[in-house]
Structure formats: C-alpha cells, structure tokens
C-alpha cells in the first residue's frame, strides 16, 4: 500500500502528543502494541491463567488484543494503525463560506492527499491547491481551506488554471447544500512512526485485553462454598465464586472508562454550529 503522494499535506509536527514538534528521550510517550507477556505482567498480577481442565493460552491473548484493536478503532472514531480513505463529503453554504470547513469521519488525519470537487460521472472538476489547506488542526479530524497567499490575492478562492472549477464554484455560492459535492482523500492513524502507537492508547488495548481475559478465569471458578465430611467430622468453607476477580474487573474498567475520554478530548473535538 503506498503511503506518500506527491500532493500531501501532512499536519503540523508529531500525531502525539498533539501540538509537539519535538519530545525528549527522557519519557517513553510511544511504543510497540502491547504483547500477551505484557498484558500479563501489567494488568493481570496474581490472576492464574491455568485451571483444572482449561487454560488461557497466547493465542487466546492475541485474539483479545485484536478485538480490543478494533472495539477502541469502532467506539472512538480512530484508526490506531494507518489507514488510507477516500470520503465524499456533502456541499453546504455555511461551511463554504466558514474557510470550507470540512471533517472528516476518522483520524487523528496524518497525510491528506487531496481534497476535490469529483462529477457523479468520477470527473475530477477542481482541486484544491494544496497551499490553501491548514493542517493546524489534522488531529481534530478538522480541514480548512484559508486561501490567503500573497500569490493569488486576499481572500481569493480561485485556480486560474481550472476555468471550469472557477465557474462551478461561483455558482455554488448560490447554493444552500449539494450531497457528496467534496472528494477527500486522506490517510489516518495515531502515530507517524512505523509499528508504533502513543503510550496512553497501548494502555488503552491492554486493559481491554486484560478485561476479557479476567472476566474468562473468573468464569473457570464456579464453586461458591465447599464441604469436607469424615467420620462425623466436618468442615466447610465459602468463597465469592465466580465474582472472585470483579474487584479487579471494576478497577480495570474505571481506568478504560478514564482513558478513553481523555482520547476523545485528544483526537475529537465539539463544534457549536452557529456559523452566520
């Protein structure tokens, strides 16, 4: 899958921490995705994976930290490794004339390949030039078009070199909403480092990983109380059963419950739509 295009706009310094151009090497802010051993010894201490007749085994560790990929990938609207897309986004006035702005339906963005006006018949009318769009806010998921360079004049939203697009804008201007009018295409993903991802969302994966597989050993244990009787004598004893780890289990949630709005603050972001 080819990754670069000539035409990108990548945003503005590291996808994390956002806003930074540069981090020291003292703190650990990116890392590999989490492995079963790590899993293991950072959330699940204490807690066998061995029973009498089962077992939780690696492959069942690497099944759950899949699924936990892409619960984090469908809950949050985040692609934790790359993906490229292409999204058609609809026309409407009051975002045109708001610097066009636009957002898209994954991110954080990393590279934007091109934002155009495409015909139902897949004709590319317009494109925007790539100088005019800001990447100051990629890791909102949010796109504008600010069309303020010296070389084609103040505030001016024209490509002299693309008559038709010019005039099919122009008309637009009249225009309330037009459906699947922008062509976007764009690659998202957490990290620009290869194979890496933040530390806080490799956390994140961990203890939704972890989550299932205590919530498995839990259900291994299903003896509430036991009776021991000989000759005449007996001895019992009670235990929680199989809600022996939901102490546990809470403790893990309440941190992906934490962890999880503290990302959405980091890659999404609330508009007020009152634009005049």
């Not at 702005?101 to 934002?115: A, D, Q, S, V």
């Not at 991802?197 to 205590?214: F, Q, S, T």
Request: hydrophobic share 35%; proline share 7%.
């Amino acid at each position: 899958m080819t990754m670069y295009f000539p035409t990108q706009k990548t945003g503005a310094g590291l996808a994390y921490p956002v806003y930074a151009t540069g981090v020291s090497d003292s703190l650990t802010r990116a890392e590999p995705i989490i492995t079963p051993a790590e899993v293991q010894s950072r959330y699940m201490k204490n807690i066998p994976t061995k029973f009498a007749h089962d077992e939780l085994t690696v492959d069942d560790f690497k099944d759950q930290i899949k699924l936990a990929i892409n619960r984090i990938e469908l809950e949050l609207d985040i692609d934790i490794y790359p993906v490229e897309r292409t999204e058609k986004h609809p026309y409407t006035h009051t975002e045109y004339i708001n610097y066009c702005f636009l957002r898209t339906k994954m991110g954080p963005i990393m590279r934007l390949e091109h934002i155009c006006v495409r015909s139902a018949n897949g004709e590319n009318l317009y494109e925007i030039p790539p100088q005019w769009i800001d990447p100051g806010n990629f890791h909102f998921r949010q796109i504008n078009v600010i069309p303020l360079m010296s070389t084609y004049g103040i505030n001016q939203f024209s490509n002299s070199t693309q008559p038709a697009g010019l005039v099919l804008l122009t008309i637009m201007g009249g225009l309330g909403f037009i459906p699947s009018y922008w062509e976007i295409k764009y690659t998202s993903g957490v990290s620009k480092t290869e194979g890496q991802v933040p530390v806080p969302v490799n956390e994140l994966i961990g203890l939704e990983a972890a989550h299932k597989m205590i919530s498995m050993a839990q259900a291994a244990n299903t003896k509430n109380s036991v009776s021991i009787s000989q000759d005449g004598l007996s001895q019992s004893s009670s235990g929680p059963g199989p809600e022996v780890y939901k102490r546990r289990m809470d403790d893990i949630q309440d941190q992906i419950d934490l962890i999880k709005r503290s990302l959405k603050k980091r890659f999404s972001k609330k508009f007020l739509t009152g634009f005049a």
